[in-house]
Nanobody, 118 residues
Framework: QVQLVESGGGLVQAGGSLRLSCAASGSIFSINAAAWYRQAPGNQREFVAALFSGDSTNYADSVKGRFTISRDNAKNTVYLQMNSLKPEDTAVYYC????????????WGQGTQVTVSS
């Protein structure tokens, strides 16, 4: 079993920055891929950013140039650096991690609230 613990959310003014963390522990050899999604009230969950093996990345158009996804392999932790935040970035942010442990398995974090005030 794998546990994902998200942290780093909070309240920030427009133009500010936050860094979200998603730490994986348990039955895991490595993180093969990871992604961040977000869900605002009344909206469907939407893709934000993804990190693949070889460290290639992909971003939603709405966050390109402002958000950066990265990972620390030694800590089995994935990050989302969010700069130049806008009120429309307000949402619950979820990490999704694909781990390698005698196969590939996907897990979701519990979500962390990000609120950007205008």
């Amino acid at each position: 079993q794998v546990q994902l613990v998200e942290s780093g959310g909070g309240l920030v003014q427009a133009g500010g920055s936050l860094r979200l963390s998603c730490a994986a522990s348990g039955s895991i050899f490595s993180i093969n891929a990871a992604a961040w999604y977000r869900q605002a009230p009344g909206n469907q969950r939407e893709f934000v950013a993804a990190l693949f093996s070889g460290d290639s990345t992909n971003y939603a158009d709405s966050v390109k140039g402002r958000f950066t996804i990265s990972r620390d392999n030694a800590k089995n932790t994935v990050y989302l650096q969010m700069n130049s935040l806008k009120p429309e970035d307000t949402a619950v942010y979820y990490c999704k991690v694909v781990v390698n442990y005698y196969g590939e398995y996907a897990y979701w974090g519990q979500g962390t609230q990000v609120t950007v005030s205008s």
